[in-house]
């Protein structure tokens, strides 16, 4: 069974950075590929990110585009998002995601992302 555990997340100061990390377990790790959403109360969820099973490919939301960078560490199963210059806006809960399939990447809409973590918050104050 997949399981995706977030941490990380905090209260941060506008213009500050963070790192989320996401630990992963029960599956192939190097073979799928990952992203990372976020999702504000009461509204639909986001795509942030996503890196492909063989790290050569990334995706970023226009919103977060040369702000935030999606990484792992295969050897330690973990999934990263270094977010810089932060944004009240950015002001959701982070949730990471792996695609169901191995060796499968394509624009985030096309993938089936199947197994979720539980999600952390980040809150950023102006």
């Known amino acids: 069974q997949v399981r995706l555990v977030e941490s990380g997340g905090g209260l941060m100061q506008a213009g500050s950075s963070l790192r989320l990390s996401c630990a992963a377990s029960?599956?192939?790790?190097?073979?799928?590929?990952m992203a990372w959403f976020r999702q504000a109360a009461g509204s639909e969820r986001e795509f942030v990110a996503s890196?492909?099973?063989?790290?050569?490919?990334?995706e970023y939301a226009d919103s977060v585009k040369g702000r935030f960078t999606i990484s792992r560490d295969i050897d330690q199963r973990m999934l990263y998002l270094g977010m810089n210059n932060l944004k009240p806006e950015d002001t959701v809960v982070y949730y990471c995601?792996?695609?169901?399939?191995?060796?499968?990447?394509?624009?985030?809409?096309?993938?089936?992302?199947?197994?979720w973590g539980q999600g952390t918050q980040v809150t950023v104050s102006s």
């Open positions: 890196l492909s099973w063989n790290n050569y490919n990334k």
């Open positions: 995601a792996a695609e169901s399939r191995p060796w499968r990447f394509d624009d985030y809409r096309l993938l089936d992302f199947g197994s």
């Open positions: 029960g599956l192939a790790f190097g073979t799928h590929t």
